[in-house]
């Protein structure tokens, strides 16, 4: 944040500013990802293959976004200061943005549909007493069928035509390629898919997060019966395996004997850190207490970032049904927007007052509030398949497969968010602060504008993808109605939670004691 603001300084950051920042962000990223991926692991069942396939996913998926305010950038500095005309340097610098959105993209397949898949079952075969090849040979057999997916998923793309305009030859919007096509289509398809978790975990966590953040009261001696009830029940476990020892017989199969070892070295680990009484209270207790009040208002925070999201969704929706003109035929696809966003006018304002790279921090905590919702969805809801609950997440108590499916997750529902962000700031993502100026009246850039010869209105290359997406009438129907269901839920979510408020410390009390006698 310190470095954004710093550059929020100067008056008029340049293009290759933008891509310092950017630059600065990748290492950021790459570090947030690796921090959220080892907090969450257990530390006996950490292992290269996962823990690496694991962070890179997430970045790639993070990096997705925040390559949106570089394409923004270029796409609002089309000008030359100096001559009014059309900067000469602009198509080399939109050719470089679509190339990397292309290697992004294409990172995502490569690591949602073999690295992830390969990873698990790789991981799910070390526990077998066979040699190296034949776990390689045995999870790339499992992983396969991924590839068979998005591979068919992929050529379906080439041959798909996308309801899409062509570019003249002045390169005022540019028609797409077979590959771009594939590409464009796979990640629909897969946002598609991603709805679903979108629905859950994400419309679970916005109600969720900011209220946990804001109302709860952690003490020492919260903590401390925290940690004795882990300690308790990791102990029934031990006993729970010793006993499965005596009955059988003969010796604990490798699994059985690797989660003995594991219960017993937390119990230990657990031992050392827990006091016995409120008067031995550890240094990381009480720099928890300490920092609650800014976690207040930190959920605080969050809570108004949620709030802005689904009052910009609720604006655009009604607007898209309000004043769309094509209806079904475009997936309610609109000229301009009519209705007032509170995100896009925020992101306007920001590029008026030349502050380009504040954008990183906007769009940035957009995402990382998202990412935080869903993940703490997926931590009260688990990982689920269906209505299935595959695995649980806990800090420091996550198995690396839990993991590895919470990312594959996390990446479906940051392709719904590209997908969003037409909704979220419509004006701001397509055109970014661009304007036309007719009989000297100034007004913002429209669709229409964009394939007028003589007007500097460009779109942006996410745009343009997105754009290719959702007048798709399948997809546009599809993303629409999911708006108005995933608004739904939120309300839903929101009265479950006023209702059940009293009785969630009961159910996980009971939570604890059940997995205790498990």
């Not at 976004?65 to 923004?72: A, R, W």
């Not at 997060?209 to 401390?224: A, K, Q, R, T, V």
């Not at 059985?256 to 207790?285: C, I, M, T, W």
């Not at 919702?373 to 806990?394: D, E, H, N, T």
Request: glycine share 6%.
């Amino acid at each position: 944040c310190l470095v954004m603001l710093g550059y929020a300084v100067f008056e008029s950051p340049t293009f290759i500013v933008g891509w310092i920042i950017f630059g600065i962000f990748i290492i950021l990223t790459f570090l947030f990802s690796y921090s959220i991926i080892r907090y969450y692991t257990d530390e006996h069942e950490r292992h290269p293959l996962t823990t690496s396939t694991a962070v890179i996913s997430l970045s790639l998926t993070l990096l997705c976004v925040q390559l949106i305010p570089i394409d923004i950038l270029n796409t609002s500095i089309i000008l030359d200061p100096q001559t009014g005309q059309i900067d000469l340097d602009y198509e080399i610098r939109r050719e470089t943005i679509e190339s990397v959105y292309h290697i992004l993209y294409l990172g995502l397949l490569v690591c949602g549909f073999f690295f992830i898949p390969f990873a698990y079952f790789y991981y799910e075969a070390d526990f077998d007493n066979i040699s190296f090849l034949s776990k390689i040979l045995s999870a790339l057999k499992y992983t396969a069928l991924f590839v068979i997916i998005i591979t068919i998923v992929f050529f379906c793309g080439l041959f798909f035509e996308m309801h899409s305009a062509l570019i003249n030859e002045d390169g005022l919007i540019l028609g797409p390629s077979a590959f771009d096509i594939a590409t464009v289509f796979s990640v629909g398809c897969i946002a598609c898919v991603g709805i679903l978790a979108w629905w859950t975990y994400t419309a679970y966590g916005m109600v969720n997060l900011p209220f946990d953040l804001m109302f709860s009261s952690p003490s020492n001696h919260f903590e401390i019966n925290e940690t004795q009830t882990r300690i308790r029940l990791l102990k029934n476990r031990i006993r729970a395996l010793q006993s499965k020892q005596s009955l059988i017989g003969r010796g604990l199969s490798r699994r059985d004997k690797y989660d003995l070892e594991k219960a017993q070295n937390e119990v230990g680990r657990l031992e050392k850190r827990a006091p016995e009484s409120e008067e031995k209270v550890p240094f990381h207790f009480k720099v928890i207490e300490c920092i609650h009040p800014i976690i207040r208002v930190f959920g605080f925070i969050v809570l108004l970032s949620v709030i802005l999201i689904i009052t910009a969704i609720v604006s655009t929706s009604l607007d898209m049904a309000l004043h769309s003109k094509c209806h079904l035929q475009c997936g309610w696809e609109i000229d301009h927007r009519t209705f007032w966003n509170p995100i896009d006018e925020v992101l306007f304002t920001v590029h008026n007052k030349n502050l380009h790279s504040l954008d990183y921090f906007i769009i940035g905590f957009l995402l990382v509030t998202i990412i935080l919702c869903s993940l703490a969805g997926m931590l009260k809801l688990g990982v689920r398949f269906a209505i299935l609950q595959l695995y649980k997440l806990q800090p420091r108590g996550s198995a690396p497969q839990g993991l590895l499916l919470a990312v594959f997750h996390l990446m479906f529902i940051v392709m719904v968010v590209n997908v969003e962000l037409l909704t979220f700031a419509p004006q701001y993502v397509t055109f970014g602060a661009q304007t036309i100026t007719n009989n000297g009246t100034t007004t913002l850039c429209r669709l229409e504008n964009s394939s007028e010869t003589g007007t500097n209105c460009r779109m942006t290359q996410i745009s343009t993808m997105l754009h290719q997406i959702t007048k798709v009438p399948f997809f546009g129907v599809l993303f629409f109605l999911g708006n108005w269901i995933f608004v739904a839920l939120i309300v839903f979510f929101s009265v479950l939670k006023f209702l059940t408020r009293n009785k969630e410390d009961e159910e996980t009390e009971l939570e604890e004691e059940s997995q205790g006698l498990l």
